[in-house]
């Protein structure tokens, strides 16, 4: 009475060495029969056959050069199905020798000194993501589903109609399951592109995993409360990654809170995602960072005025240009993880991706420097790009490794990152031996690292939390003062020898001007400092006080969570007074912490 199961949707990659097979599980299915012969073959009793468990395979110890065809069978109650189609593939010594038209404008992938609009725009060779020899190992993103949460995506253009499934995507404007909506609204569209644009089809451009599955989720069409819950919860069990290249606007300098479901949707995708092992859920960490001119200067804007940006599920990703530098606009904090590739914006090099069919992108055939293909644009720039380029190493790092957990995840990029722009002299090195800056993270994935690290990787142990330990100072803050007030919190028996995250929550209410105080947090034993707010100017003309705000900062992963913790306030501009009135600091970590990179 049990059915047999059958497979559909055999595919077949070409690497150095081996061939990445990947098909859709079969429902029932408890193992599957491959089937391959250096021949065509349709007996399968003319092929040597491998029991399997489930996708992607990496058949290995190939003979480069020569061709192997492939057929599956599932293997459920009832018996082995009927083998699928065949498929076949080659692996080669160079199996990418033909990439798509506009690969060699993709300056995040292989950067080799391409140049911008301005002759002195050009980048640093290097200054990449590392991911040609991964791709050369068999990892594309097979197997992987990436949610795009943002615009519309249109799922029908011609570089990702191969990666984004007939189902699965939601349009929250008209209540349908087509996410390409208006042909006005292009951000989706290119932030998707960056992650998977298909390779080898000989269109356009390549995603940093250009066979990994997109899913369009366009949020911001129709952005609610309601529909944030749904879009960072809708069938999680099957979610894998999560792109947000969206956040709040912060840029008057004033704290933006998030919507209110935003920390319940959280929780959910980080305990129930992937069957238990917790979506990855990455997001842009603004571009409100630099400094502009209107009626009032706005500078120093920080990562952490921003409420999305401040829960321990959720990677923060800064943005760099192509010397490997922080791009203007980009925000800094204590709470960014990583940094991706992206540009500065303007006429210089950005981001080559793909963009509306039609003229009703960003390129819209005008522009002298744009290209002459206006289905796709080289002036793409933002933490929007840089988010999309993380999440597809992410992905590689997901089919390197399908049993990596979200915090296994975070751990492997901290560890691997590049240390960009080494001149720079806001880096530090914690106390348990990261390097970390406001303006990067841990620096920038380097996606062979990576990958290499995920696939011999040990889960972390179980996630512990310690806290609130709160105090209520209730001190004046000294005015216009560069000593500043502090108060300490003594931690004893937390059983966290390993931080993974911090959360401070801090209240100053009664202090008319907020942005007129500098905020760090001090791990007393092993001298880390976290600034989790600068003295900055409001836009506006009036920053309201800080009212139980919550901080976060990721600079002291690794260190132990007892001992003194000191959170040092200073004001630093004239006139305008308060009270730190009471913090309270939350860790979350393990008792011994992760092992290294094997």
């Not at 050369?136 to 011609?158: K, Y």
């Not at 992650?195 to 250009?210: F, S």
Request: overall charge negative.
């Amino acid at each position: 009475n049990y059915p047999v199961p059958t497979v559909t949707g055999l595919t077949a990659s070409a690497c150095i060495g081996q061939n990445a097979l990947i098909w859709d599980p079969a429902p029932g299915a408890f193992s599957y029969s491959l089937y391959y012969s250096t021949s065509a073959f349709t007996d399968i009793e003319d092929a040597t056959k491998t029991s399997v468990t489930a996708p992607p395979v990496f058949h290995t110890g190939l003979s480069n050069e020569t061709t192997y065809y492939y057929r599956v069978a599932a293997v459920g109650e009832a018996g082995e199905g009927l083998a699928s189609p065949m498929k076949s593939a080659t692996p080669s010594l160079t199996p990418m020798n033909t990439p798509d038209p506009l690969f060699q404008g993709q300056w995040h992938l292989t950067n080799t000194g391409q140049c911008g609009g301005a002759p002195e725009d050009c980048g640093t060779p290097g200054e990449d993501l590392n991911v040609q020899p991964v791709w050369d190992a068999c990892l594309r993103g097979e197997g992987v589903r990436v949610t795009v949460v943002d615009e519309e995506l249109e799922i029908g253009h011609e570089d990702l109609d191969q990666n984004t499934p007939a189902t699965g995507h939601v349009d929250y404007r008209e209540n349908d399951n087509d996410p390409t909506g208006s042909a006005t609204r292009e951000h989706g569209t290119a932030v998707g592109g960056i992650i998977a644009a298909r390779d080898g089809n000989g269109l356009g451009v390549h995603g940093v995993a250009p066979r990994a599955t997109l899913i369009g989720y366009n949020l911001l069409t129709k952005y609610s409360s309601i529909n944030l819950l749904d879009s960072f919860t809708r069938d999680v069990v099957n979610q894998d990654v999560s792109n947000n290249s969206w956040g709040n606007i912060t840029k008057a300098g004033d704290l933006v809170p998030a919507l209110s479901s935003f920390a319940m949707a959280m929780e959910e995708g980080t305990t129930l995602g992937r069957d238990g092992k917790g979506v990855v859920y990455l997001m842009a960490a603004g571009n409100d960072g630099g400094c502009a001119t209107d009626a009032v200067e706005t500078c120093l804007v920080d990562s952490n005025f921003d409420g999305y940006h401040n829960h321990r599920g959720m990677l923060i990703v800064a943005a760099v240009d192509a010397d490997g530098v922080k791009a203007d606009y980009s925000e800094r904090g204590a709470n960014l993880w990583i940094s991706g590739p992206a540009g500065p914006g303007g006429d210089g090099l950005n981001i080559t991706t793909t963009d509306r069919t039609g003229t009703t992108g960003y390129n819209d055939g005008q522009s002298l420097i744009e290209l002459d293909n206006i289905n796709y644009t080289n002036d793409f720039a933002g933490t929007s790009a840089a988010t999309p380029a993380v999440a597809g190493v992410v992905a590689l790092m997901l089919q390197a490794n399908p049993d990596l957990g979200w915090r296994d995840v975070r751990h492997i990029l901290a560890q691997t990152a590049r240390k960009n722009d080494a001149a720079n002299g806001e880096w530090t090195t914690n106390g348990a031996g990261y390097n970390i800056n406001l303006n990067y993270g841990f620096g920038i994935p380097d996606a062979q690292a990576a990958t290499a690290c995920a696939v011999g990787w040990t889960n972390v142990g179980t996630e512990l939390s310690s806290g609130p330990h709160s105090a209520t100072p209730a001190m004046a803050i000294p005015d216009n003062d560069m000593t500043g007030i502090s108060d300490t919190i003594s931690v004893a028996a937390s059983g966290i020898g390993a931080i993974e995250y911090i959360n401070v929550l801090f209240s100053a209410s009664d202090h008319p001007f907020a942005g007129d105080l500098e905020i760090t947090l001090i791990n007393e034993t092993d001298g880390t400092e976290s600034v989790l707010a600068p003295a900055h100017e409001c836009g506006g003309g009036s920053c309201d006080g800080y009212d139980e705000w919550e901080f976060a900062t990721v600079f002291h992963l690794g260190e132990a969570a007892d001992g003194d913790w000191t959170l040092r306030v200073r004001d630093l501009g004239p006139l305008d007074t308060g009270t730190f009135e009471s913090w309270s600091i939350i860790f979350y970590g393990t008792a011994s912490g992760p092992g290294s990179c094997p």
